[in-house]
């Protein structure tokens, strides 16, 4: 593995950027990094006692739940730089859903129990961290309102647009199966497979399989 900066890990998170070198360094000395799992293994499920926010280092992982009778809801992916559950270092745990990784994956995390801790040492940390969880709120708020006007169509390129825009290039592959995908955007995998090919009558994406070309005009 390449050299890894603790600090330099969690600063990637929006939750965490503005935030003082001393305040990220009292929060790097709480968390874990560079845990590896393999392709297809669970990262956290319910009741494994793990709450607390976690960091992709290298690979991806796909977010889900479970209904009743088992079937699967994607709920969304994390690759290499995101990171998901900072919403569980503030709240009881209730950890409902299943984390899996969808290649060879490296993940660092913060242990919600350690992070309290902390916060009640560091009262300049508390204030911080809430505005800056605020912003976000409201953010996430806007983006899932106006995602909710869109039909399927618009939805799958606003998902595709925004993966290009994080890798930084044009071409990619599907982080998730097209059944996952489609259950991601809310759709069926039938309309999704519709949606594709209309996308590239129209010239906007190139589809090979499970890679996407954006077209720019």
């Given at each position: 593995m390449k050299k890894h900066s603790a600090v330099a890990c969690i600063s990637r998170a929006?939750?965490?950027?503005?935030?003082?070198?001393?305040?990220?360094?009292?929060i790097a000395a709480i968390s874990t990094h560079q845990e590896?799992?393999?392709?297809?293994?669970?990262?956290?499920?319910?009741?494994?006692?793990?709450?607390?926010?976690?960091?992709?280092?290298?690979?991806?992982?796909?977010?889900y739940s479970l209904n009743e009778d088992g079937k699967?809801?994607?709920?969304?992916?994390?690759?290499?730089?995101?990171?998901a559950g900072q919403q569980s270092l503030f709240k009881e745990p209730n950890h409902e859903n299943y984390i899996q990784a969808l290649q060879d994956t490296?993940?660092?995390?913060?242990?919600?129990?350690?992070?309290?801790?902390?916060l009640k040492k560091t009262p300049d940390l508390v204030i911080n961290l809430l505005n800056t969880f605020g912003e976000k709120l409201v953010a996430?708020?806007?983006?899932?309102?106006?995602r909710n006007?869109?039909?399927?169509?618009?939805r799958l390129m606003d998902y595709l647009v925004e993966q290009?825009?994080?890798l930084g290039s044009a071409r990619f592959s599907l982080p998730l199966k097209k059944k996952d995908l489609a259950s991601y955007l809310g759709t069926s995998p039938e309309t999704l497979s519709r949606q594709l090919k209309l996308l590239e009558k129209e010239?906007?994406?190139?589809?090979?399989?499970?890679e996407i070309t954006i077209v720019k005009n």
């Open positions: 929006d939750l965490f950027s503005s935030l003082s070198p001393d305040a990220l360094k009292k590896y799992f393999p392709r297809n293994t669970i990262i956290c499920q319910p009741g494994d006692g793990k709450e607390g926010m976690i960091f992709m280092d290298e690979g991806s992982a796909k977010i699967e809801t994607v709920l969304g992916v994390i690759n290499k730089g995101d990171y490296y993940v660092c995390s913060i242990n919600r129990d350690d992070f309290q801790n902390l996430a708020e806007t983006n899932s309102i106006r006007s869109m039909n399927a169509k618009d290009s825009q994080k010239n906007k994406i190139r589809v090979n399989r499970r």
